[in-house]
C-alpha cells in the first residue's frame, strides 16, 4: 500500500466503499427504462388506432348500405305510388268513355239491337270496375257502383218499353211483386243495383217470351227451385221471402235479393254481381263476379267471387268459401265465364269501416267446425 498513490487510494476506497460501485462493475442504466416503457405505450396505442381505423370504414360501410336501402325503398314506393296513379287515371278515362257511350245507346235505344249492344258495354263497364278495385280507393270504388246502377236501373227501363204486351199484365208494381211461384217474370220490377240486364239465351216455351226478368216474391215457408233452362242468362229476382229455402240450378246473369227473412238461398254461377239488401237470419251460397251486401245482418255468405265483397250498412255478416254443388255445375261455371281458381271471399270491403289497421266489427270469418252443411 505504500506504493499506491493517494488518487490510488481513493478510488480504490470509493469502488469498494458500501452502497459503491465495486471493481469492474458497470453503472445500471436506468435512463434507457423509461425510453423502452414509453415505447411500449406507444406501441399499444398504435395497435389501438389501427383497430379504429380498421372498424371505421365498417362502419361507414354499414351506414352507406343501410342509407342505399332507404333510397332505394323510398325510390320503390314512389314509383309503386306512381303506377297505382297511373292505373287509376286509366281506370277514370276509361270507366268514363264508356259509360258515356252506354248513355248515349240508351238514349237512342229504340231497337234491341242498341239495347244489346248497350248491354254488352255494360257488362265490360262492370268487369272493368271489378279489375280494378284493388287498386282504386274505397270512394271510387262507390262512385263506379253507383254509375253502373243508375246505367244498370236505365237498361231494365228502356227493356220494358220495348216488351211486346203480354196476354195479362198488372198495373202496379205492389202486384208485380205478388206473383204466384210459377210466373217467372216480374215486368214491373226494376232492375237492382248491382245488376246487369242481358238478353235470355233460350226463350221458354208458354213462358213470358222476351222477358229478361224472373224469380220468386211474398211466399213463406216454402222450397223454392228454378233449372238451368228457366234461369240461363236471366236476372233473377227474389223479394219478400219468408223461411223458405230457393235452390237456383244453372247460370243467371244476375241475382238480387231482397227483404228475405230466415231464409236459404243456394244458387249455381251467377256471370255478373249478386246482391242483397234488407235481409236477415238468412244462409246463401253464390259465386258471382262480384257481391255487394246492404242493409243486412246475421246472414251467412258462402262465398265465391273473383272481385271484392262490399258490405254496407250490415251487421254480423259471416264468410267462408262456397261448397254448395250440384249435377251439371262445372258446365255452368263454364257458361258464367267465372274463373274458379280466383276466390277472394275473405277479402271484404266495408264501406262503413275506413280504418286499414283494424279489422271492420260488421263481418267475420265463420269458422272451419261451423262450416260443414248439408244442403241436400
Known amino acids: 500500500m505504500a506504493g499506491q498513490s493517494k488518487d490510488a487510494l481513493v478510488g ?16 445500471p442504466a436506468v435512463k434507457m427504462e423509461t425510453p423502452n416503457c414509453s ?18 370504414p365498417e362502419r361507414l360501410q354499414r351506414r352507406d348500405q343501410e342509407r342505399q336501402l332507404e333510397v332505394e325503398r323510398r325510390k ?40 244489346e249492344e248497350a248491354a254488352a258495354r255494360l257488362q265490360g263497364l262492370q268487369k272493368l270496375l271489378n279489375d280494378s278495385v284493388l287498386f282504386l280507393a274505397p270512394y271510387e270504388v262507390r262512385q263506379g257502383q253507383e254509375a253502373l ?33 210459377e210466373v217467372d217474370a216480374a215486368p214491373g220490377t226494376q232492375a237492382a243495383e248491382g245488376i246487369l240486364a242481358s238478353p235470355p239465351s233460350v226463350k221458354e216455351e208458354g213462358g213470358l217470351g222476351s222477358s229478361w226478368l224472373c224469380g220468386f ?38 241475382l238480387r235479393l231482397t ?18 239488401d234488407d235481409c236477415s237470419e238468412c244462409v246463401l251460397a253464390v259465386a258471382c263476379q262480384q257481391l255487394r251486401v246492404h242493409t243486412t245482418r246475421d246472414t251467412r255468405i258462402f262465398l265465391q267471387v273473383t272481385s271484392r265483397a262490399i258490405v254496407e250498412d ?8 262456397y261448397t254448395w254443388s250440384y249435377p251439371g255445375i262445372d258446365k255452368d261455371f263454364e257458361s258464367s265465364g267465372l274463373d274458379r281458381s280466383k276466390n277472394n271471399w275473405n277479402d271484404v270491403d266495408d264501406f262503413n269501416w275506413l280504418a286499414r289497421d283494424m279489422a271492420s266489427p260488421n263481418w267475420s270469418i265463420l269458422p272451419e267446425e261451423e262450416r260443414t252443411i248439408q244442403w241436400d
Open 39 to 56: 415505447g411500449a405505450v406507444v406501441g399499444n396505442g398504435d395497435l389501438g388506432s389501427q383497430r379504429d381505423r380498421t372498424l371505421l
Open 12 to 27: 480504490g476506497l470509493k469502488e469498494g466503499a458500501p452502497g459503491g460501485r465495486k471493481a469492474g462493475e458497470r453503472k
Open 217 to 254: 216474391s211474398n211466399l213463406q215457408s216454402q222450397v223454392l227451385e228454378k233449372r238451368a233452362e228457366e234461369l240461363h242468362q236471366r236476372d233473377i229476382v227474389l223479394t219478400e221471402l219468408s223461411n223458405c229455402t230457393i235452390k237456383l240450378y244453372g247460370n243467371p246473369n244476375t
Open 314 to 321: 250490415c251487421k254480423g255478416i259471416q264468410f267462408a268459401p
Open 149 to 181: 246502377a243508375q246505367l244498370q236501373a236505365a237498361l231494365a227501363d228502356r227493356r220494358l218499353q220495348l216488351q211486346p204486351k203480354k196476354r195479362f199484365a198488372f198495373k202496379t208494381r205492389r202486384k208485380d211483386a205478388a206473383l204466384a211461384t
Open 259 to 276: 227483404k228475405a227473412r230466415s231464409c236459404t238461398l243456394l244458387c249455381g254461377p251467377v256471370s255478373t254481381s249478386v246482391f242483397l
Open 76 to 115: 320503390q314506393k314512389r314509383q309503386n305510388q306512381e303506377v297505382v296513379e297511373e292505373k287509376s287515371d286509366f281506370f277514370t278515362s276509361a270507366f268514363a268513355r264508356e259509360r258515356a257511350a252506354v248513355e248515349e245507346l240508351l238514349e237512342g235505344g229504340e231497337s234491341v239491337e242498341r239495347l
